[in-house]
């Protein structure tokens, strides 16, 4: 099979899920696909293992490193074949529909990593809080007014970029990108943006970067 006919299956299929969210898919099905998709994406895990209180982050951790040492291409082509064997809609011969959502979908929603910052748990407006709120306007003023580093880093080496790309804050990702981000900034693990764009199924801001010709050749 020619390598870039099986990269066109693969982005195909997984436009078509992130861009339908009323499709129909089982939680034990939602995981498959997010082990596949991680292993094409950022390859094995080797991260730690969530506690046994953090139920979604665990699920999903197991869920990928059961794929440990799969290969890139292998992974895509079960991507692919797993969609098209779910019958949602979506097939390599490109015909296309879908059907409703129902309730055993619920509880793995799109946002796939973990990061440690959260709007309701916002106690001073630094650079970071402010992107996770959403609040381009501030954001713009701690850059320009008060000189914050656009490129600042937290503790697992992510930037204020890389939580806007996560959370799918699109208008944020632009601001910041016209602020001076760096669009391939690398965390600890070596993740870019447009990783995290990609892993929490954030379409919208991933385009942004593609069409800031964020380098796609960066792994972990």
Request: hydrophobic share 35%; with cysteine; proline share 3%.
């Amino acid at each position: 099979m020619e390598s870039a006919q099986l990269d066109d299956w693969f982005e195909s299929a997984y436009i078509y899920l992130s861009t339908h969210e009323k499709i129909s898919i089982s939680n034990d099905n939602k995981l498959k696909l997010y082990a596949l998709f991680k292993q094409v994406i950022i390859g094995d895990c080797n991260g730690p293992k969530p506690n046994l209180f953090e139920f979604v982050a665990r699920a999903k951790w197991d869920a990928w490193k059961s794929i440990y040492g799969m290969p890139a291409n292998e992974a895509k082509e079960g991507y692919v074949s797993f969609v098209e064997s779910l019958k949602v809609g979506w097939s390599r011969a490109g015909e296309y529909k879908y059907e409703g959502v129902d309730e055993e979908t619920r509880g793995f929603g799109t946002s796939v990593s973990t990061l440690s910052y959260d709007t309701e748990e916002i106690v001073e407006e630094d650079l970071f809080s402010l992107t996770c709120a959403g609040d381009v306007e501030k954001v713009r003023e701690r850059v320009t007014k008060y000189n914050d580093s656009v490129n600042s880093k937290d503790d697992e080496g992510l930037t204020p970029l890389h939580h806007a790309c996560d959370r799918g804050f699109p208008d944020m990702a632009e601001a910041l990108i016209e602020l001076g981000a760096n669009i391939n900034a690398q965390a600890n693990t070596l993740e870019t943006p447009l990783h995290y764009a990609y892993i929490s199924e954030q379409l919208e801001t991933a385009k942004i970067l593609h069409n800031h010709q964020c380098d796609i050749s960066l792994r972990d």
